[in-house]
């Protein structure tokens, strides 16, 4: 139903501009004038209460008057009368509008744009904008935008939230010479949003990869889950990653969940590869619009000259691709192919001699063999071969080898007639770039959607024994006593009601309490100030640990209560905690925010001075089955401290997988109450040997 009425929008049949103007210095004036260059085949209806004509084409004074139907409407009259026009087009029965116009929700006018929603939606009108530059489509033979010209034409879409920069890209495209067959201007995304988009360009036979300039989500689940679903690559590149999440934290994870972060996590769930800026954007769009994903790790480069091999091989490592050694039989067989004084190992080094036959066969038969998964071939133009030549024979030997479901990227470093070539090969679906470090960039990253999309869809898994009417009552409590914070003991008993193994911890409110729950507990304990008041217990000189006995409780009580007192003199003091001490263990750990775009995520990563000074964490939009939770911690960069190094046995990665991934379903499960929390430390043992959260936080929204 939803494709149908963006068809409407995306592919009109016909196209009115109300707000056409006969004055070319209007933006009214050349979207009809673009509209006619681009060579839209269906009638074009300019709308204007006072001009008769517009650049040949007759002129109607309101969109009710036009004699055949109209699928979508180009609004370039000012925002004040938006309003009304749009519900003359809404009477007309027009499917799509294209809200050219600024001056809504992006200087504040936000209830004006809210009405033209509703007026559309009232019509059963998809609204494109406001604030865009328009759309534009090759297929389609449809500029209806004030951008100056239709994008070389290319296999993939654009969508850009930034219209300026939409305009400068597609007359990039010529200079780049990487073409899109769509650009798309989303601007404030009032309607159609990005999810919108990735669900109907996914479903468009004209579009073979999706490519996103990406500044915010209004529904960042929604934009996750349409990328999830869709069938073609999606790329993203997100601008504004550095100021976000610079807002007060309470928690150790607020204050490391950044934009970059948590972007980053996303994407990364959803199957969308990631492009680091501009140029990498272009060129992620060229491989992915034009080759199929690689599935396996196995990368063959041939190259004419080692340095540029050994570059490939820096890169295939920088871009987590490593290269390795072909088998014997195939490198036997490039042998064939190459001076004796060639390399046939990874990269497949024909020397400078090597012309038209030496890469056509060796291209053919390392293409063609199972072992390889995808191809880079790397060319230094000489005074020996014509680089047209090579590029003919690339394509000659990857058609010979008739294998369509591996891919191949191209890097000539050269002059005039390398740019050339490439701009041949390109144009034959090869991408070919001028840096052997961008071709392995482009691979890899068809490497890397292929891994993302196998665990893609891997099912969510739902936690068991949990008392979730336990942990309602406690925040419920605390709501109660006026608090957004809960105390360790509190925050302790929110985890152990979603079974997450907590050290055992008591309230003590008098000394001989204290001594009383120490015993039940047993001896070493620690004791810990409990203060809805004091959050950094430490740092008031709150905690001591390793208290042996009933006389040194005691003691203890005593510091720690004139500790705290003259930290804050009139803090609520709840008591002392009297905790079970746990033994040593590997300290991690977990916590999660409630993200602004996504909602509730997910963190883990290494305790103590690692989380504080190395900042060694991953992030998960949640929930997290234990499959992906496993994944969490291998990803990070301390995963050997875990994994056992210098004959350290192993840490209980089971338990500790599974532990995350109830924290995970736990905050989905209390999205509506919990804003951050953290379990930290983590005291993970030996494998078998499970593990303890030894402190808790929890801020309520
Ligand atoms: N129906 C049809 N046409 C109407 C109309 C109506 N109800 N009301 C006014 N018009 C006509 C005007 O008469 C005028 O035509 P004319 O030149 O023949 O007089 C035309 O619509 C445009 O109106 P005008 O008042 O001249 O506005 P403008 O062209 O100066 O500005 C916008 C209109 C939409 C371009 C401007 O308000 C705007 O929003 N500019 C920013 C757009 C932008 O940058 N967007 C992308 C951001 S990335």
Redesign the pocket.
Known sequence: MESVVLDGLLRPKSIAV??????PS????TVVDNIIKSGFEGPIYP?????DEILGLKVY???GDCPGEVDAAV?????K?VL??IE?AGKKGVKGLII????FGEVGNKELEAEVVAKAHEYGMRIL?????GTLSNAEKLNAS?APVLPLPGKGALVSQ???L?IAMDMATFTRKVGFEKLI?I?NMSDVDFADLVEWLDNDDNTSCISLYIEGFKDGRKFLNAAKKAKKPVIALKSGVSAHGAAAAASHTGSLAGAAKVYGAAFQQAGVVQATDLGNLFDLSLALSLQPAMKGDNLMVVTNGGGVGVLSADAAEKYNLPLKFAPKELQEELKKHMPPFGSAKTPADLTGMAGYDWYHDSIKAAFSHEWVDGLTVLYCETAMTNPMDIAKGIKKAIDESGVTDKPVTVSFVGGENSEKAMQWLVENHIPAYAGPDVAIHAISALREYARMKEIVNEPEEKIENVDRAKAMEIIKAAREDGRNALTEIEAKDVFRAYGLPVTTTKLSKTEDQAVELANEVGYPIVMKIVSPDILHKSDAGGVKVNIKNDEACREAYQTIMANAKAYKADANIHGVAIQEMAPWGTEVILGSVNDSTFGPTMMFGLGGIFVEVLKDVTFRVAPVSTKSAARMISEIRGAPILAGVRGEAPRDQAVLAETISRYANMIVDLADEVSESDANPVLVYEEGKGLKVVDARIILK
Not at 26 to 29: A, D, E, L
Not at 47 to 51: E, L
């Open positions: 109300i707000g056409a103007s006969t004055d209007k933006i009214g004036y709308i204007n209460p006072s001009a004074s309101s969109i609004i370039t009259v000012p925002a009368f009304s026009v003359e050219i116009t600024s001056g904008g406001p604030n865009i530059v004030f930034s219209g300026a939409l201007s601007g």
